[in-house]
């Protein structure tokens, strides 16, 4: 049965008395069920401490935002994932929108670090998601499966069996604006469809497809009562302890 994942993506927010304030707050976030997991994507600085804050609460996991697509070496100001690793992490957010967009990461350059995350043993949370032109033309089926496919294809079926993949429309992120249920579902369907067509139905029904885009606690248990949504990935609600708790509590 796959996972049921909430992710909190705190982007770069909070110092570092906050962040540890906000740790706190949610060292006990749990949920009945034993198939969830939560995991919070903390800035660079933060994960040791919030490993260490959260280390009596086998539930919750601690994930970066990025790593390099280098090994190592002369890359002033990048993280690889060989550190993250060394650091006992263990998940990492990679092809954020805001990384593509801001950061020029193109398909390229996200299939190398979805590389070095799987080749140091780091579970990436692979971002795949379409702008509003793109959603108004109707054509956002073909954009997110080439995302797919040029992310992911050459992968071997071993290295997806239990991945992560957040489906996150760009026209969502940050806007107030979210997918409708519906809209998240029919999605969801095609990703997985994509991935069986490429894996096979075993592999592909293994895989958490997360939610992402102005999730709140408001909407979540409806998005992720859908029966392809397995979670979400959260940004601003996820700076909340409150809120981020009620979206934990809404997964299925
Ligand atoms: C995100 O950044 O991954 C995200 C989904 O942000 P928000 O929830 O704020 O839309």
């Known amino acids: 049965m796959r996972k049921q994942i909430a992710a909190a993506n705190w982007k770069m927010n909070l110092k570092y008395d906050e962040a540890k304030n906000l ?3 949610l060292k006990n976030c749990s949920t ?4 969830a997991e939560v995991i919070l994507a903390v800035p660079f600085p933060y994960l040791l401490t919030a490993q260490e804050i959260l280390k009596s609460n086998s539930s919750i996991q601690v994930a970066a935002q990025n790593c390099s697509q280098h090994v190592q070496g002369a890359y002033t100001g990048e993280v690889s994932a ?3 690793s060394s650091c006992g992490i263990k998940y990492v957010i990679i092809g954020h929108s805001e990384r593509r967009e801001l950061f020029n990461e193109d398909d390229k350059i996200i299939s190398q670090k979805i590389d070095q995350a799987i080749g140091n043993a780091v ?4 971002c795949c998601g379409e702008p509003l032109a793109i959603r108004e033309n109707n054509e956002e089926a073909g954009y997110v499966e080439k995302q797919l496919q040029q992310g992911l294809f050459h992968l071997a079926p071993e ?3 239990g991945f992560i993949i957040a489906y996150e429309p760009i026209w969502a992120i940050g806007t107030g604006k979210t997918a409708s249920a519906e809209e998240a579902q029919s999605m969801h369907l095609h990703i997985r469809k994509v991935m069986a067509e490429r894996y096979g139905e075993k592999i592909a029904g293994s895989i958490s497809i997360l939610y992402g885009g102005s999730v709140k606690a408001s909407n979540a248990k409806e998005i992720f009562g859908q029966p392809d949504v397995d979670g979400g990935l959260v940004g ?3 700076l909340i302890a409150a809120d ?3 979206i934990v509590g809404s997964l299925k």
């Open 159 to 161: 290295k997806l069996e």
């Open 23 to 25: 740790l706190s707050e």
């Open 123 to 126: 579970q990436p949370i692979f």
């Open 244 to 246: 981020f708790e009620a």
């Open 32 to 35: 009945e069920n034993s198939n």
């Open 236 to 238: 601003g609600a996820s």
């Open 82 to 84: 060989g550190m993250l």
